[in-house]
């Protein structure tokens, strides 16, 4: 259970990028975070873990406050996939064992290497991992920076606009991945995204953010017309195709 | 780190990635063997002529030829070593300002540092008269050391107080630089014949005039710092996949930034003091290294200190033995030889960013 108080934050000499957002969410879920370009969305997703220190407010997960751990702990907790992919001549597996930097004293554990082997092989990235990651493509070396997150052994995964530079198989698969790993109840999931019916898709909690506050929050009952033309301020239609929910633009 | 027997096992699943680690590992012992061949040779080379047995005797005294003992010990081992010292500081340098900096253009002298030393060493020679007097051999390192060790303030401050990026830490060394240039410049005009002899000779770079204890001190300076730099190895990985990562990995970026941006100008600050201004090290060496092994600092560290030194000493060597007895300036000849290794290496085989 993470639990969001009062959160507040503005860049320096500018207006109130997040004004008290409060909030709470279960273990497993899988939440998308919706809303205009400069609503915030990423601004909050980064003072979660510390990123972006917050002016005031806490998150709480499992009753410890995040914003008083040290970085490393936090990086213990909570992992961050960016939205830029980092595009350099490194193997795979060493970016993947990057993951377990927070945990390393001297030198990578046995363990180390056992759980990024098991992190590669769910997301099937074993036959890649000689690889340097300027050799993969754009949805390859995005799956490649969720399994560095996931190394990491997190209790949260925050995700930042991954599929906003991906084709639409490997948008299906990234999220599908992150589905499946909060389905066992493991993690927690919080995605920046933009497409509503990949949200719709693949997501169990929705929060629509607008200029810095909770506009809805809660299941996909909160994505209706009302709220579409409230944030995004165009007309739409959530449609119900063979038991699917589907937004409609109209 | 672990056994090899697993690590062989995990391996086998993925040639690729062993065939990668293979070469790195290969790599690293390739520039080991050429700076111990580059060694032997710059020990042997040089206007005397010395049997190879004699050489070898020689480096504990125990030549029978008492000239040999004096030539390898007092000459050529300590510009030997000065070259070794020096060229790994300047490669580490590089390749950690490098990396923390984002920018492949960084080293010692692209941020002004060594420009800053060069103004240190025209102020010592040319306002307090440093180049001719008994004081000067103290006196110009110490002043040299001083002017970049100013500029490496100037630069940490912006980087600290003002928020710079790290691009604009990179356009503000250029023109840093060109400022002490200019300075240098003018201290220069006002100088008389003699002065500017002692000067124009002090940035042409010699790798003779240190003494050991100095060589002692570069060393201890650059060792530490090559272990501070080796043990934070996977912070740089991390600060490759970006800021914002790199913080969600628990690093403290701008601390890590500020600490190796003092540590990487310390140790050039004092190498640069005792030796003059050499250029092109600290740039070439850890991009030839990247060229093979990538941007892993597990290798990349120590094959920016073995190409550091391995280039350093090639170079002194080509600059005492092309036209022997006569040795030619060591900055230049890095520079001359430098540039177009950077050049080669920039344009070979780019077909892929």
Same mark, same amino acid.
């Given at each position: 259970?993470?639990?969001?108080?009062?959160?507040?934050?503005?860049?320096?000499?500018?207006?109130?990028?997040?004004?008290?957002?409060?909030?709470?969410?279960?273990?497993?879920?899988?939440?998308?975070?919706?809303?205009?370009?400069?609503?915030?969305?990423?601004?909050?997703?980064?003072?979660?873990?510390?990123i972006?220190f917050?002016?005031?407010?806490?998150?709480?997960?499992?009753?410890?406050?995040?914003?008083?751990?040290?970085?490393?702990?936090?990086?213990?907790?909570?992992?961050?996939?960016?939205?830029?992919?980092?595009?350099?001549?490194?193997?795979?597996?060493?970016?993947?064992?990057?993951?377990?930097?927070?945990?390393?004293?001297?030198?990578?554990?046995?363990?180390?290497h056992?759980?990024?082997?098991?992190?590669?092989?769910?997301?099937?990235?074993?036959?890649?991992?000689?690889?340097?990651?300027?050799?993969?493509?754009?949805?390859?070396?995005?799956?490649?920076?969720?399994?560095?997150?996931?190394?990491?052994?997190?209790?949260?995964?925050?995700?930042?606009?991954?599929?906003?530079?991906?084709?639409?198989?490997n948008?299906y698969?990234?999220?599908?991945?992150?589905?499946?790993?909060?389905?066992?109840?493991?993690i927690?999931?919080?995605?920046?995204?933009?497409?509503?019916?990949?949200?719709?898709?693949?997501?169990?909690?929705?929060?629509?953010?607008?200029?810095?506050?909770?506009?809805?929050?809660?299941?996909?009952?909160?994505?209706?017309?009302?709220?579409?033309?409230?944030?995004y301020?165009v007309?739409?239609?959530v449609?119900?195709?063979?038991?699917?929910?589907?937004?409609?633009?109209d | 780190?672990?056994?090899?027997?697993?690590?062989?096992?995990?391996n086998?699943?993925?040639?690729?990635?062993?065939?990668?680690?293979?070469?790195?590992?290969?790599?690293?012992?390739?520039?080991?063997?050429?700076?111990?061949?580059?060694?032997?040779?710059?020990?042997?080379?040089?206007?005397?002529?010395?049997?190879?047995?004699?050489?070898?005797?020689?480096?504990?005294?125990?030549?029978?030829?008492?000239?040999?003992?004096?030539?390898?010990?007092?000459?050529?081992?300590?510009?030997?070593?000065?070259?070794?010292?020096?060229?790994?500081?300047?490669?580490?340098?590089?390749?950690?300002?490098?990396?923390?900096?984002?920018?492949? *253009? #960084?080293?010692?002298?692209?941020?002004? /540092? =060594?420009?800053?030393?060069?103004?240190? +060493?025209?102020? %010592? $020679?040319? &306002?307090?008269?440093?180049?001719?007097?008994?004081?000067?051999?103290?006196?110009?390192?110490?002043?040299?050391?001083?002017?970049?060790?100013?500029?490496?303030?100037?630069? *940490? #401050?912006?980087?600290?107080?003002?928020q /710079? =990026?790290?691009?604009?830490?990179?356009? +503000?060394?250029? %023109? $840093?630089? &060109?400022?002490?240039?200019?300075?240098?410049?003018?201290?220069?005009?006002?100088?008389?014949?003699?002065?500017?002899?002692?000067?124009?000779?002090?940035?042409?770079?010699? *790798?003779?005039?240190?003494?050991?204890?100095?060589?002692?001190?570069?060393?201890?300076?650059?060792?530490?710092?090559? $272990?501070?730099?080796?043990?934070?190895?996977?912070?740089?990985?991390?600060?490759?996949?970006?800021?914002?990562?790199?913080?969600?990995?628990?690093?403290?970026?701008?601390?890590?930034?500020?600490?190796?941006?003092?540590?990487?100008?310390?140790?050039?600050?004092?190498?640069?003091?005792?030796?003059?201004? $050499?250029?092109?090290?600290?740039?070439?060496?850890?991009?030839?290294?990247?060229r093979?092994?990538?941007?892993?600092?597990?290798?990349?560290?120590?094959?920016?200190?073995l190409?550091?030194?391995?280039?350093?000493?090639?170079?002194?060597?080509f600059?005492?033995?092309?036209?022997?007895?006569?040795?030619?300036?060591?900055?230049?000849?890095?520079?001359?030889?430098?540039?177009?290794?950077?050049?080669?290496?920039?344009?070979?085989?780019r077909?892929?960013?």
């Amino acid at each position: 259970m993470i639990e969001i108080k009062d959160l507040r934050y503005h860049y320096q000499g500018g207006p109130e990028i997040l004004k008290s957002i409060s909030f709470r969410l279960e273990e497993g879920r899988f939440l998308a975070i919706l809303g205009n370009n400069g609503a915030g969305k990423s601004t909050m997703l980064k003072c979660f873990n510390k990123i972006i220190f917050p002016d005031s407010g806490s998150v709480v997960m499992d009753g410890e406050e995040i914003l008083n751990l040290s970085a490393k702990e936090v990086a213990k907790r909570i992992a961050f996939v960016a939205q830029t992919v980092p595009n350099n001549q490194i193997t795979v597996h060493d970016m993947v064992m990057l993951g377990r930097r927070p945990y390393m004293r001297w030198g990578f554990t046995q363990e180390d290497h056992k759980i990024v082997h098991e992190v590669m092989e769910s997301l099937h990235l074993l036959h890649m991992r000689g690889r340097f990651l300027n050799e993969l493509s754009g949805g390859e070396r995005q799956k490649v920076m969720l399994a560095r997150a996931l190394a990491q052994q997190p209790k949260i995964l925050l995700l930042d606009e991954p599929t906003s530079s991906l084709d639409l198989k490997n948008q299906y698969q990234v999220l599908q991945a992150v589905k499946d790993i909060c389905g066992n109840g493991q993690i927690t999931a919080m995605v920046v995204i933009h497409d509503l019916n990949l949200a719709l898709r693949f997501c169990d909690r929705f929060l629509l953010l607008q200029n810095g506050e909770v506009c809805r929050y809660g299941k996909q009952e909160v994505l209706d017309r009302k709220a579409i033309w409230e944030v995004y301020g165009v007309h739409g239609e959530v449609l119900d195709i063979q038991g699917r929910k589907i937004v409609m633009v109209d | 780190m672990n056994s090899g027997r697993s690590r062989s096992d995990r391996n086998s699943w993925d040639p690729a990635y062993r065939k990668k680690q293979i070469r790195s590992i290969l790599f690293l012992g390739i520039l080991s063997l050429v700076l111990v061949l580059s060694v032997i040779l710059s020990l042997w080379a040089g206007s005397y002529d010395t049997p190879f047995g004699d050489l070898m005797r020689g480096i504990f005294n125990k030549a029978q030829d008492n000239k040999i003992n004096v030539v390898v010990r007092n000459v050529r081992l300590p510009r030997i070593c000065t070259a070794v010292v020096s060229g790994a500081g300047l490669g580490v340098t590089g390749c950690i300002l490098q990396s923390i900096l984002y920018n492949p *253009l #960084a080293s010692a002298s692209t941020l002004g /540092v =060594s420009q800053g030393a060069g103004f240190g +060493a025209a102020f %010592a $020679i040319i &306002a307090l008269g440093a180049g001719t007097a008994v004081s000067g051999s103290v006196m110009i390192p110490l002043c040299a050391f001083a002017g970049s060790m100013a500029v490496a303030l100037v630069i *940490l #401050a912006l980087s600290k107080f003002r928020q /710079v =990026s790290s691009e604009s830490i990179v356009l +503000a060394g250029v %023109a $840093i630089s &060109a400022m002490f240039t200019g300075a240098t410049t003018l201290l220069q005009y006002f100088a008389d014949e003699v002065e500017l002899a002692a000067l124009v000779f002090w940035t042409f770079g010699d *790798l003779g005039s240190a003494s050991w204890g100095q060589i002692g001190f570069m060393a201890a300076v650059s060792l530490i710092g090559c $272990i501070y730099f080796i043990l934070h190895r996977w912070d740089f990985n991390a600060l490759l996949s970006g800021t914002e990562t790199a913080v969600s990995l628990g690093i403290n970026v701008k601390r890590v930034t500020m600490i190796n941006m003092i540590v990487c100008c310390f140790i050039a600050a004092v190498i640069v003091s005792y030796i003059g201004l $050499i250029n092109f090290i600290g740039l070439v060496a850890p991009h030839i290294v990247r060229r093979v092994v990538g941007n892993n600092h597990v290798y990349l560290i120590p094959g920016s200190i073995l190409a550091g030194s391995s280039l350093l000493l090639l170079g002194d060597l080509f600059a005492r033995t092309v036209i022997s007895p006569v040795i030619l300036p060591i900055g230049a000849i890095t520079s001359f030889l430098g540039a177009p290794l950077f050049l080669y290496l920039l344009f070979k085989g780019r077909t892929r960013e």
